[in-house]
C-alpha cells in the first residue's frame, strides 16, 4: 500500500515536473489572494438548472462541475468521471442506448461529504422532475433512467440510440449538484429554495459566501478541493452590471479588475483600450455565426393574420437571383473589419466549426461582387422601369424591411449593407429592436425574430457543445414558425426543401463521424446555395485579463471560467 | 386640514388598487418575453415549460388578484413573523422574482443601501446646494454670481449622464487615478478608512445627479422668489422697516416654496426608482439597475412590485406636497 | 354685444402698443438676444444646412473614415484633415457635419414638440385642477397614475400598438417621429402640472383675484387675463427643462432600441455613439454636446427675458 501510494506520487510529480518548470506558480492554495472578474450582465442566480443564461452558467461553473466537459480545442476532457466513456473503452453500449461513467475515487462535496453516483442520478431527476421549469431539459432529452450499480457508477440509459452520448452531465449546461442540499427543492419546490439556489454545494474550486442577485457575490478557495495547491486564489469577486465599455475599461485602463467577459465592443476601441498596457485581448472561436435570413414567406401587414404562413411566398425573395444578388452584394470582409477586426473570421458557412464539418464548397461568397449583382439581377427581369433608383418587375418593387436587434455593432452592420443594396437598386428600411423583445417569444408581439415579420433580419446563433446535428435540425420544413406551432421552430425564413429533410433524417440514424460530417456540410451547403441564410462573419468572443493574471485559457465549448482553479498571479 | 388628510387618505386605497391594475395591465399587454434572455440554444419546447414553471400559462384575471393577495398579506405575514417570531404567513408563496427565483423583496432591502447612499444623498445634497443658488440667484438678478449660476445650472442638465459620468471616469478614474470606477456594493463601513474609501467611490456619481437635481431646484427657486420680491406685499414689509434679512428669509421666501415643494416632492419617489443610466455607469446596482435589468428581462414581478411601491411613495408624497401647501400659505384651503 | 366689440377694440388697440413694449424691454436683455440669436442660427443651421452642404449624411465612405476635423490641421500636422469633411467623419466614414445637420433637425423637432406638448397639457391640467375645486381630486389623481407609469413599457405596448397603423399612414420616418413625441409629450407634463395647480391655489385666494370675481368676471377671463400671467415663470421654467429632458430621453429611447431607426441621426444618438471613442475622437462628443446644451441654454435665456419684459412691474424701469 504504501509503495504503491510512493510510486503515484512519483509519478505525479514527474508528470507535474515540466509543468512547474514551464511557470514556476506551484504553491499553497490561496497564495495569490484575491481575483476580481467583471462580467457586464450580471448573474441573477447560481443554479444553471434555473436559468440558460450564459452568465449564470459561467459564474455557477466556479462552484459546480459536469462529469466530462469541453476544452479550449472542444474536445471532451473527463473531469469528475476518471475518463471520457466511448465505445471503443466500453463506457458506450454497442447499441449507444447506455453510457457508463465512473467517478473518480475520493472526491468530497465541499462541506466534506462524499461525491457519489447518487448525487449523478438526482441531478438527473432534478432537471426532468414535473414543474421545475428545467431550463437544461434538452440535456436529458430520451434519458429512461440512471442506475446506480455502486458509489461511483453512473450508467445512463437512453431510449433511442445516441450517436452522441455526451448531452447529460457534460459541459456547464449539466452539472452534478447535491442531492443532501436540493432533496426538497424538486420540481415546483425549485423556486422556494432561494438559498440553495444562491449558494449550491459543489466540488469546484470555490465556495460562495454571500451571493447578491443581479449584482456581486463573493467566494472563497474551496478547502476540500481535490487538486492540492489549487486554487492559486483565495477568493474571487464576481461583479456584474454596467457595460461592455466600462468592463474593458476596469480591466485595461484602470486596472481594477483581473478579468472581463465578453467585450463586444468594436475592434478599434478595444485596441485603444489595450495601449494602456494594464490588459490584454484574448479570444477563441467557437460556431457563432452572425447571419442574414431571407423571408420565404409574404409579411404584408395588409394580410392580417395570414403574414409569413406558408400558403403566401413571399413576392420576390422567393426568386433565386435576388437573393444571390443580395449575397453578392456584401462585402463580408469589410463587415468583419469594421465590426468584430481580429475577433471575427470570414466565412461562407453557416456551420462554420468544427474543422471536420466546415464546408470549403461556397468560399467565392467573400468577394463582394456588385456588378455581378446587378447582373444577376438584370438578367432575371429585374430592371428600375419607373426612374426611383431601385429594381421592378411585373410591378413588384425590390424593397426589403431589414430587421435586427438594438446593438452598436449590429446597427453598423446595417448600415452598410443597406448601402451596397441599395446600390445594386434593392431599397432597404432598417429598424432594430429591442433585444428583449426580439428575442422573446411573446405571441402577442410582432417583432419576434421567429415570427419574422420583415423581409430580412440579422442575429448570430451558435450551438452548444460540438455537434452539429441538432443546429442542422433546425431548417427542415416542420421546423417553420407557423401560427399552427405558436409561432415556435428554428426554420425562420421558413425554408423547404425534401432535399435537406432526407438529409437530416439519415444524420438522426448514422453514427460514424465522417458521414455525419458529410452529411452537416451536404446540408449546409444547400442552405449556402439557395442563399436562404447569408452568413456574414464568424464571431470569436473576447475576453480581456489582466497582464498580471496567468493560466487564462479562454474556451469557447464550454465555460469561460472552467480552469480557474489554475490561474494564478503573475509576480511583479 | 385633519378632515382633509383623513379623506386623501383613505381615497388613496382605491386609487392605488386602481393603479395597480393599470400598471398590472400595461406590463401585460407590453411585448416582452422572461424567455428572451436565454441562449438561442435551449429550444422552444424547454422554454414553454420554463414559462409554466413560472405561472405565465394562467390569464392575468387569476395572476392579479394573486399579486394582490402576495402584496398585502403574505408579504406583510412574513414581515411580521420575522420580526416576532410568529408563523402567520405559513410557509404561503411570496412574490417571486423570474429571474433569480428568490422573493423580491428581498432583493429590493439588499439594494436600498447604496440606493439610499448614493441617490438619496445627491439629492440630499443637490437641493441644499440648489436652495441657496435660487435665492441668491433672485435676490441679485443678473449679478455674476447669477450669471455664473445660470450657466453652469444649464449646462449640467443639458449633459446626459451617459456622457458626464464617462468623462468622469475617464479624467478621474483612468487618468488621475484617484477614485475607483465601480462602486463596491459589499464594502461596509466600519471604521475612518473605510468610511474614506465609501466617500471615494461615491463622489462621482453624486456629483452627477446631484448636477441635475441642482439645476432643476433652483431654477425653480429663482423663478419663484423672483415673482415674489416684485409683489407689493415686499414694499409694505420693507417700508415698515423690517430688516433686509426678515423680509427675504421669512416673507419672501416661505411664499416661494410652494413650486419648490411639489418639485422637491416628486422628485423623493425618483430616489427610489434610482438613477437607472448614472448607477449604470458607475455599476453601483442600486433601485435603478434593478428596475432596468428587470425590466430587459420581463421580470413582470419585479417590475410589478417596484413600480407599485413607487407609486405608493407617488401618491403619500403629492398628498404630503398638499399638506404643506396650505400650511405655508394659510390662505389655501381644500374644504 | 357691447361686450364683444370691446373686447376686439381692446384685442386691436392695446396690444400693438404692449407687444411693441415686451419687445422693446426684450431687446435690452443682452442674455436673451444672445440666446434668440442662438437659436435663429442653430435653426437654420438645421433647417437650411443641409441644402447648402449638399452631403448624405447616411452615405458611408470607408476609405474616408475616422478624419479628424479641419482645425487639427493646425495642432498636428499628422492628423487625417479634408476640407471635404470639415467636422471629419465617424468609425463608418460618414461625414459629421452634415449627421449634426440632420440630428438637429429631429433633436430640434423632437424637443420642441414634446416640450409644447407637455407644457400645454400641463398648464391646462394645472389650471383646470387649481381653479376648480371639483375637477382637483380627480385631475390629481390622474396625475399620480401618470406618474407611476413606468416609461418603458408604456412605450413598448404604444410602438406594439401603433406602430403600424402609423407607419402606413404616414411613412415609417413620420410615424415614429409621432409616437416618439407623444410618449414624451404625455409622460412629462405631470410636474408642470402640479407646480401650476400650487400656484394657482395660492393666487386664487389673493386680493386682486377676488376683486376679479366679486365683479362678475367669467371662469375663462379669470384664468386667461389673472392666473395665467402671474403663473408664467415656472411655466417658462418647466418649458426650458422640458426641452432638454426631451432631446436626452430620445437619445435615451435610440440606445434601448425605441427611438428612430438607426439611420436617423439625433444629436443625442450622435453623442451616444462616440463615448467610447471620446479619448482618441473628442470632437464626435463635442459637437452634439455643445448643441444640446447651447440649444438649452438659449431658450433658458429667452424665457428670461421673455419673463421680464411681460412682466408689467419690472418694464416700468
Not at chain 1, 9 to 18: F, R, T, V
Not at chain 1, 85 to 109: F, H, Q, R, Y
Not at chain 1, 204 to 216: I, K, L, Q, S
Not at chain 1, 309 to 316: E, R, S
Request: proline share 6%; glycine share 8%; net charge negative.
Amino acid at each position: 500500500m504504501k509503495l504503491k501510494t510512493a510510486l503515484l506520487g512519483a509519478a505525479a510529480s514527474l508528470a507535474l515536473a515540466p509543468m512547474a518548470l514551464a511557470d514556476a506558480h506551484e504553491g499553497e492554495r490561496g497564495r495569490d489572494g484575491e481575483v476580481k472578474i467583471i462580467y457586464w450582465q450580471a448573474p441573477s442566480i447560481l443554479n444553471p438548472y434555473l436559468s440558460g443564461g450564459t452568465k449564470e452558467l459561467e459564474a455557477a461553473s466556479l462552484i459546480i462541475e459536469p462529469l466530462a466537459r469541453y476544452d479550449t480545442d472542444g474536445n471532451l476532457v473527463a473531469w469528475l468521471a476518471e475518463e471520457v466513456p466511448t465505445v471503443a473503452n466500453g463506457g458506450v453500449s454497442e447499441d449507444l442506448k447506455t453510457i457508463t461513467w465512473k467517478l473518480k475515487p475520493g472526491l468530497v462535496w465541499s462541506d466534506g461529504t462524499p461525491l457519489t453516483s447518487e448525487d449523478v442520478k438526482f441531478s438527473w431527476e432534478y432537471c426532468t422532475a414535473e414543474g421545475g421549469g428545467c431550463a437544461q431539459g434538452e440535456k436529458y432529452l430520451d434519458v429512461v433512467s440512471v442506475d446506480t450499480p455502486d458509489e461511483l457508477t453512473a450508467v445512463v440509459n437512453f431510449s433511442v440510440a445516441k450517436p452522441f452520448p455526451y448531452g447529460p452531465f457534460v459541459g456547464a449546461q449539466a452539472p452534478i449538484i447535491q442531492k443532501a442540499q436540493f432533496a426538497d427543492c424538486m420540481g415546483p419546490k425549485a423556486p422556494e429554495c432561494t438559498d440553495e439556489n444562491f449558494g449550491p454545494i459543489g466540488t469546484g474550486p470555490f465556495v460562495v459566501t454571500d451571493f447578491r442577485t443581479n449584482d456581486v457575490f463573493t467566494a472563497v478557495a474551496n478547502e476540500n478541493y481535490r487538486e492540492a495547491g489549487k486554487p492559486a486564489f483565495a477568493s474571487v469577486t464576481f461583479k456584474g452590471g454596467g457595460d461592455a465599455a466600462a468592463a474593458g475599461r476596469a480591466v485595461h485602463e484602470t486596472g481594477e479588475y483581473d478579468y472581463a467577459w465578453n467585450l463586444q465592443l468594436a475592434p478599434d476601441v478595444l485596441a485603444g483600450m489595450a495601449e494602456a498596457g494594464l490588459g490584454q485581448n484574448v479570444a477563441a472561436f467557437g460556431t457563432s455565426v452572425e447571419r442574414i435570413l431571407l423571408n420565404q414567406t409574404n409579411v404584408d401587414p395588409a394580410l392580417g393574420d395570414q403574414r409569413g404562413v406558408i400558403g403566401n411566398p413571399h413576392p420576390f425573395l422567393t426568386d433565386k437571383s435576388v437573393r444571390q444578388a443580395m449575397s453578392m452584394a456584401i462585402d463580408r470582409a469589410l463587415l468583419t473589419e469594421i465590426g468584430y477586426g481580429e475577433f471575427g473570421r470570414l466565412t461562407c458557412n453557416v456551420l462554420p466549426a468544427p474543422a471536420i464539418f466546415a464546408s470549403d464548397a461556397n468560399d467565392s461568397c467573400l468577394v463582394q461582387d456588385i456588378e455581378g449583382a446587378k447582373g444577376v439581377l438584370e438578367a432575371a427581369g429585374w430592371t428600375d422601369t419607373d426612374g426611383d433608383g431601385f429594381r421592378d418587375k411585373d410591378g413588384i418593387k425590390l424593397s426589403v424591411l431589414y430587421q435586427t436587434s438594438t446593438n452598436a455593432v449590429r446597427q453598423d452592420y446595417q448600415a452598410l449593407i443597406k448601402q451596397w443594396w441599395e446600390e445594386i437598386g434593392v431599397e432597404t428600411e432598417l429598424r432594430n429592436i429591442d433585444a428583449s423583445v426580439f428575442f422573446g417569444s411573446d405571441p402577442g408581439s410582432p417583432d419576434t425574430f421567429q415570427k419574422f415579420f420583415a423581409d430580412v433580419e440579422m442575429f448570430t446563433n451558435n450551438f452548444d457543445g460540438t455537434d452539429p446535428e441538432a443546429y442542422m435540425a433546425g431548417w427542415t420544413c416542420d421546423q417553420a414558425p407557423q401560427p399552427s406551432n405558436q409561432w415556435q421552430g428554428n426554420n425562420m425564413p421558413r425554408f423547404c426543401s425534401e432535399e435537406y429533410d432526407a438529409l437530416r433524417a439519415e444524420m438522426a440514424v448514422t453514427g460514424d463521424i465522417n458521414e455525419r460530417a458529410r452529411l452537416a456540410k451536404a446540408m449546409n451547403d444547400i442552405l449556402m446555395q439557395e442563399y436562404i441564410i447569408l452568413p456574414l462573419t464568424h464571431r470569436g468572443r473576447n475576453s480581456a485579463h489582466a497582464v498580471s493574471l496567468g493560466g487564462v485559457a479562454l474556451n469557447v465549448w464550454d465555460s469561460e471560467l472552467w480552469n480557474i482553479a489554475d490561474w494564478y498571479r503573475i509576480p511583479g | 386640514m385633519l378632515t382633509y388628510t383623513l379623506r386623501r387618505l383613505l381615497l388613496s386605497i382605491p386609487t392605488l388598487l386602481f393603479i395597480a391594475f393599470v400598471i398590472f395591465m400595461l406590463l401585460e399587454l407590453a411585448p416582452g418575453d422572461p424567455m428572451a434572455s436565454m441562449p438561442l440554444t435551449i429550444p422552444p419546447e424547454v422554454k414553454e415549460k420554463m414559462r409554466e414553471a413560472l405561472g405565465l400559462g394562467r390569464p392575468w384575471y387569476v395572476r392579479f388578484p394573486l399579486w394582490l393577495n402576495q402584496f398585502f398579506i403574505v408579504e406583510p405575514q412574513y414581515w411580521f413573523d420575522q420580526t416576532f417570531g410568529t408563523n402567520f404567513a405559513n410557509g404561503a408563496q411570496r412574490i417571486i422574482s423570474f429571474q433569480s427565483r428568490s422573493p423580491v423583496f428581498d432583493t429590493i432591502a439588499e439594494r436600498m443601501p447604496q440606493t439610499l447612499w448614493v441617490v438619496g444623498m445627491s439629492y440630499v445634497v443637490g437641493v441644499l446646494i440648489a436652495l441657496p443658488i435660487g435665492i441668491i440667484s433672485a435676490y441679485k438678478q443678473y449679478s455674476v454670481f447669477d450669471q455664473a449660476g445660470t450657466f453652469v445650472s444649464m449646462i449640467g442638465f443639458s449633459v446626459p449622464p451617459f456622457f458626464s459620468g464617462v468623462l468622469l471616469i475617464v479624467v478621474f478614474s483612468v487618468q488621475l487615478k484617484w477614485l475607483p470606477s465601480i462602486y463596491d456594493t459589499t464594502h461596509v463601513v466600519t471604521g475612518w478608512d473605510s468610511f474614506v474609501f465609501q466617500l471615494r467611490q461615491m463622489v462621482m456619481p453624486v456629483m452627477v445627479l446631484a448636477l441635475q437635481t441642482t439645476a432643476q431646484v433652483s431654477r425653480y427657486m429663482r423663478a419663484s422668489m423672483l415673482d415674489n420680491l416684485g409683489q407689493d406685499y415686499v414694499r409694505t414689509a420693507r417700508a415698515k422697516g423690517m430688516s433686509e434679512s426678515v423680509v427675504v428669509m421669512k416673507h419672501v421666501l416661505r411664499n416661494s416654496m410652494l413650486p419648490v415643494i411639489t418639485v422637491i416632492a416628486l422628485g423623493i419617489p425618483a430616489i427610489f426608482g434610482g438613477a437607472i443610466i448614472t448607477e449604470q455607469i458607475f455599476k453601483v446596482n442600486g433601485l435603478g439597475q434593478l428596475l432596468i435589468t428587470a425590466l430587459q428581462g420581463s421580470d413582470i414581478p419585479m417590475v410589478m412590485t417596484i413600480t407599485f411601491l413607487l407609486a405608493v411613495l407617488i401618491v403619500m408624497m403629492n398628498l404630503i406636497a398638499d399638506v404643506l401647501y396650505g400650511i405655508l400659505d394659510p390662505r389655501i384651503r381644500y374644504d | 354685444m357691447t361686450d364683444l366689440t370691446n373686447v376686439e377694440m381692446e384685442v386691436v388697440e392695446k396690444p400693438r402698443s404692449q407687444w411693441r413694449d415686451v419687445w422693446d424691454q426684450f431687446k435690452t436683455h443682452k442674455g436673451a438676444v444672445a440666446g434668440l440669436s442662438f437659436l435663429i442660427f442653430i435653426t437654420l443651421f438645421a433647417a437650411v444646412g443641409p441644402f447648402l452642404w449638399d452631403v448624405d449624411p447616411g452615405r458611408l465612405d470607408i476609405r474616408n473614415k475616422d478624419v479628424r476635423p479641419i482645425y487639427m490641421g493646425l495642432f498636428d500636422s499628422s492628423a487625417k484633415v479634408s476640407w471635404a469633411n470639415p467636422m471629419g467623419t465617424d468609425n463608418l466614414g460618414r461625414d459629421i457635419m452634415a449627421n449634426i445637420m440632420q440630428g438637429g433637425r429631429i433633436s430640434l423637432a423632437v424637443g420642441w414638440t414634446a416640450m409644447v406638448l407637455a407644457v400645454v397639457l400641463g398648464t391646462t391640467i394645472g389650471v383646470l385642477a387649481g381653479y376648480f375645486k371639483r375637477l382637483d381630486g380627480l385631475l390629481m389623481r390622474f396625475t399620480d397614475l401618470v406618474l407611476a407609469l413606468p416609461l418603458l413599457p408604456l412605450l413598448l405596448v404604444m410602438m406594439l400598438l401603433f406602430r403600424d397603423p402609423l407607419r402606413a399612414a404616414f411613412g415609417p420616418e413620420t410615424g415614429i417621429f409621432l409616437l416618439i413625441v407623444a410618449g414624451i409629450g404625455i409622460t412629462s407634463w405631470m410636474q408642470t402640472a402640479r407646480i401650476v395647480r400650487g400656484d394657482v391655489m395660492a393666487l386664487k385666494e389673493r386680493e386682486f383675484v377676488l376683486a376679479a370675481r366679486s365683479i362678475g368676471t367669467p371662469a375663462r377671463r379669470m384664468i386667461t387675463r389673472h392666473l395665467l400671467p402671474n403663473v408664467l415663470s415656472p411655466i417658462m421654467v418647466s418649458a426650458t427643462l422640458g426641452l432638454a429632458t426631451a432631446i436626452i430621453t430620445e437619445s435615451a429611447l435610440s440606445f434601448l432600441g425605441l427611438g428612430f431607426p438607426s439611420d436617423f441621426p439625433t444629436w443625442g444618438k450622435i453623442l451616444f455613439d462616440s463615448v467610447d471613442r471620446m479619448t482618441s475622437f473628442p470632437e464626435r462628443v463635442i459637437w452634439p454636446g455643445l448643441a444640446i446644451s447651447l440649444t438649452v441654454l438659449a431658450v433658458n435665456y429667452i424665457g428670461d427675458g421673455l419673463r421680464d419684459a411681460l412682466d408689467p412691474r419690472i418694464r416700468g424701469h
